[in-house]
C-alpha cells in the first residue's frame, strides 16, 4: 500500500457537526457501529455492558486548559477530538468547564484521557512545564515523555476500576516508582524493572475489583453492579511528539493487555482485568519524535529514550486501523517525519494522507489570525480544520465513539470550515498529478511548488506583497520580515554553491589546462575563500571534509546537498506559480521557520546546545578553528557569548533575540526538504535513490 495525497474536501465538511449531512450514505456504518457496540440491547442480557476509552496526547507545547483559559480558540485538533469524545474525565487534569455534560448518565462507562503536550504544565506528572528543565528541555528534547506514558497507562487501569468503584487505583506514587526504571523496549523480558511494574498494577487491579471479574466458566461474576463488562473499545489519537507518544503508547498498551492474559489465563490474546480488550484506531497528526537530541544536532536523530524508532514507534496489528495525517510544507531540520512506512511499506492497517501546510497547519494550534492567516473568528477558515474532519471521519468510520452531534455548541464550532477554504484546498489539490506514491515523492512536488512561489516572490515585489502580511500583527510582520531576510540570504549562499558546484564538478575538457595536483590545489584554495556554509563542503575533494565529518558521524545532512542539487535541476525553469498555490500558501499555509521563536517554540534550546558543541570544537582544535574561520563557518561574537553563557549557567541568555531559527551552517532553512524516518534510525524515505527521476531521492 502507498501512501496518498489527501483526497478533495466536499462541501458537506462544513458543518461535521450534522451527522446525517456530513456522513451521507456512510452514516450507516456510523449508526450500525454504535449499535452493535454501545446500546445495551440485548433483552436477555439487561446488564452487560461495554467500556470505552479514548486517549489524547496533545502536541509540544499544546495544552488545552492553556488555550482554554485564554479562550483563543488555539486548541489543537486533538483538544477539538477530546471535546467530542463523551464520558468521564480523569479529575484535575483540565478545567471543570471542559467536562462532557450528561446529567442522565447516558455516558458513564465511557472514559477520556488527555495527556498535555511536552514543554507544558503537567502538574499529575511533576512537569511545570516552566523554567530551563521542564519547558526548555520538554520542548526541545521531549523531558517528561515517559512519565507521560505511565501516566496514560495508569489512567486505562484506573478507568476499569473507576467504572466499579467510582474511585481511582494508581496515584503518583505508582507511577513515580515505575518511571525510575527505562522505559525504551515494549518486548522487553519478563524479568524487566519496567515490566515488574506494570505486573504488579496489573496484580493489584485484579485484587481489587475481583468480585466483578468472569472467571473462566463463568456465566456471571459474583457483583454484577452497576453492570456486568463483556469487552474495552479503546482508540488513541496524537500529535507531534504526542503522536509519536500515541504510537510507543499502544506498542506498551498492547503488552500490558497481553500480560494481564497471560496472568489471568485468559484465551484472548489481549484483556485488561480480564475483559477482552479491542483497540481500534490510532489517529496521528504529523508524528516527530525527536527525543534526547533533536534531529537539528548533526551528531543526533531524536530517537532516543522511549521513542526508539524501531522498537516503540512502530504500528503494531494489534493497534486497528491507523491514520497517519502528514505535513506537505514542513521543513524545519528539528522536525522530522517519523512516517509509519517501515522501509518501503506501510503496515496493512496504516494509511498515510499528506496535507497541505506546516506542522501546525495539520494538528492545529495557531490562532486565528496568526501570521494574518485565518480572518475568521472562531477559525472556520484555518487550515487545519481539513485534516481535523478527515481524522473525525475516519475514527468514527473505524467505531470510535464520537458524539459532536451531542457536544456543546463552542466544541462544534470548532470543527466548522467555511465554503471558500473548502474550495481554496481544492483547487490546491487539483494543481498535483501525483496522487499516490512514496511518501517523500510526493512531499517532494508540493516542496517544488512551495519553493517555485516563494522564489516568483522574492523576484516579484517581497514579502510585503503578501495580503496575510499587510493584514498581520506588528509583532507577526516584524517576524515574517526577518525569515524573510533569511530566506534571501539562503538564496543567495544557493547561488554560490550553484557557482562552485559547477566549478568543483566540471568536466576534464572543460577544466583549466593544469597538472591534475595543481588543478586541485587551485580549486580548493578558491573554494576556501569562498565557501560560505558547510552547504557546499560536498564538492571538496581534500582532507577538510573528511576532518568535519570524522568529527560528526551522522555528518553534515546528506539531504542539504542533494536537496540542493535537486533544486539546481529544476532551479532554472520556476515560474509563476499556478493561482491555487499562490492563494494557499498567502491565506493559509503558516511559515513555520519564522514562528520558530523562542517565546513561544521552547526548541531554542537545542540550538544553544549546537552552539555549545561547536564552540568546544572550534576551542579544542586550532587546525579546525582556523579551516572553519577560512571558511566563514566560525561562530560570531554574539553567538560565542550565548553559548558561553548557556554553557556557564544552563540558562537561556539574556537579551538574546526572540529569534530561534535553526542555524543555516547546520543545514536548515527553506531550500531544504525534510527529513523522513521510515521504522529506523538508520532508514530515511528521503534518502533512497529514485529509479523515476534517476536521482537520489
Known amino acids: 500500500m502507498s501512501a496518498r495525497l489527501a483526497e478533495p474536501a466536499k462541501k458537506t465538511y462544513q458543518e461535521p457537526a450534522d ?56 486548541e489543537s485538533n486533538v483538544a477539538r477530538l477530546y471535546s467530542a469524545f463523551p464520558g468521564l474525565s480523569v479529575p484535575g487534569v483540565l478545567p471543570p468547564q471542559t467536562d462532557w455534560v450528561d446529567p442522565e448518565g447516558r455516558y458513564d462507562n465511557y472514559f477520556r484521557i488527555y495527556v498535555p503536550g511536552v ?23 521531549g523531558l517528561h515523555g515517559q512519565v507521560r506514558l505511565l501516566w496514560a497507562l495508569a489512567q486505562v487501569i484506573n478507568a476499569v476500576h473507576r467504572f466499579f468503584t467510582r474511585r481511582m487505583l494508581l496515584g503518583h506514587e505508582a507511577i513515580d516508582a515505575a518511571n525510575q526504571a527505562p522505559m525504551i523496549d515494549p518486548h522487553a523480558p519478563a524479568g524487566h524493572p519496567i515490566i515488574r511494574h506494570l505486573k504488579h498494577w496489573l496484580e493489584t487491579l485484579h485484587e481489587a475489583i475481583r468480585p466483578h471479574i468472569l472467571t473462566p ?22 500529535f507531534s511528539r504526542g503522536a509519536a507518544e500515541a504510537r510507543a503508547f499502544v506498542n506498551w498498551l498492547v503488552r500490558l493487555c497481553k500480560l494481564d492474559a497471560q496472568l489471568l489465563g485468559r484465551p484472548e490474546p489481549m484483556t485488561l482485568a ?90 492545529g494550534g495557531y490562532r486565528p489570525g496568526d501570521q494574518g492567516k485565518g480572518t475568521e473568528e472562531l477559525g472556520a477558515d484555518m487550515l ?38 473548502i474550495a481554496d484546498f481544492n483547487a490546491y489539490l487539483d494543481v498535483f498529478e501525483t496522487r499516490s506514491g512514496g511518501t517523500a515523492a510526493i512531499v517532494r512536488e508540493h516542496w517544488r511548488r512551495a519553493i517555485e512561489w516563494r522564489v516568483h516572490l522574492h523576484r ?101 546537498d542533494g536537496d540542493w542539487r535537486r533544486i539546481d535541476g529544476f532551479f532554472d525553469t520556476l515560474a509563476r506559480p499556478p493561482a491555487a498555490v499562490a492563494t494557499l500558501m498567502d491565506h493559509y499555509v503558516h511559515d513555520a521557520i519564522a514562528g520558530f521563536l523562542a517565546d513561544d517554540r521552547t526548541e531554542v534550546i537545542g540550538h544553544l546546545k549546537d552552539l555549545v558543541r561547536y564552540k568546544q570544537l572550534l576551542d579544542g582544535d586550532e587546525r579546525f578553528a582556523l579551516n572553519a574561520r577560512r571558511l566563514g563557518i566560525s561562530l560570531s561574537d554574539e553567538e560565542q557569548g550565548y553559548a558561553a553563557y548557556y554553557e556557564r549557567t544552563g540558562r537561556i541568555p539574556p537579551g538574546m533575540p526572540v529569534d530561534a531559527r535553526e542555524p543555516s551552517w547546520l543545514g536548515a532553512g527553506y531550500l531544504r526538504s525534510r527529513r523522513i524516518y521510515a521504522g529506523a534510525d538508520d532508514v530515511l524515505l528521503t534518502a533512497q535513490h529514485s529509479a523515476a527521476d534517476g536521482e537520489v531521492a
Open 19 to 74: 451527522k446525517e449531512t456530513f456522513f451521507g450514505d456512510e452514516a450507516g456504518v456510523v449508526d450500525r457501529a454504535a449499535i452493535q457496540r454501545e446500546h445495551r440491547t440485548d433483552p436477555k442480557n439487561p446488564c452487560d455492558t461495554n467500556l470505552f476509552i479514548g486517549v489524547f496526547f496533545d502536541g509540544t507545547g499544546n495544552n488545552y486548559a492553556g488555550s482554554f483559559n485564554r479562550q483563543d480558540h488555539s
Open 119 to 141: 514543554g507544558t504544565p503537567f502538574p499529575q506528572v511533576g512537569d511545570s512545564g516552566g523554567g530551563w528543565i521542564d519547558g526548555s528541555l520538554g520542548g526541545a528534547a
Open 217 to 238: 466458566g463463568q456465566k456471571r461474576p459474583g457483583n454484577i453492579r452497576p453492570a456486568i463488562v463483556r469487552h474495552l473499545y479503546l482508540a488513541t489519537f496524537g
Open 274 to 363: 480480564g475483559f477482552p480488550l479491542s483497540h481500534d484506531f490510532l489517529g496521528l497528526f504529523d508524528t516527530v519524535a525527536s527525543v534526547g537530541l533533536a534531529n537539528l544536532s548533526v551528531i543526533a536523530d531524536g530517537h532516543g529514550g522511549w521513542a526508539d524508532a524501531q522498537r516503540a514507534l512502530r504500528v503494531p496489528r494489534e493497534a486497528g486501523r491507523c491514520l497517519h495525517l502528514v505535513a506537505a510544507h514542513e521543513n524545519r531540520r528539528s522536525f522530522p517525519l517519523d512516517s509509519i512506512h517501515v522501509g518501503d511499506e506501510l503496515p496493512a492497517n496504516g494509511k498515510e494522507l499528506v496535507y497541505p501546510g506546516v506542522h501546525s497547519d495539520i494538528g
Open 384 to 421: 487545519s480544520r481539513l485534516p481535523l474532519a478527515e481524522m473525525y471521519r475516519q475514527a468514527r468510520l473505524a467505531g470510535v465513539p464520537l458524539k459532536l452531534e451531542h457536544a456543546e455548541p463552542d466544541v462544534q464550532d470548532g470543527y466548522k470550515i467555511t465554503p471558500r477554504t
Open 460 to 560: 516579484h515585489g517581497g514579502i510585503a506583497a503578501l495580503t496575510s502580511y499587510q493584514r498581520a500583527s506588528t509583532l507577526s510582520r516584524n517576524r515574517l520580515a526577518s525569515a524573510w531576510a533569511a530566506f534571501g540570504e539562503e538564496l543567495a549562499s544557493f547561488r554560490r554553491w550553484r557557482g562552485l558546484h559547477r566549478r568543483c564538478f566540471t568536466t576534464p575538457d572543460a577544466a583549466p589546462q593544469q597538472p591534475p595536483a595543481e588543478r586541485g590545489r587551485t580549486t580548493f584554495l578558491q573554494t576556501l575563500m569562498t565557501m560560505p556554509d558547510f552547504s557546499s563542503l560536498a564538492c571538496l575533494a581534500t582532507p577538510l571534509p573528511v576532518l568535519i565529518l570524522d568529527r560528526f558521524p551522522n555528518g553534515l545532512d546528506p539531504s542539504l
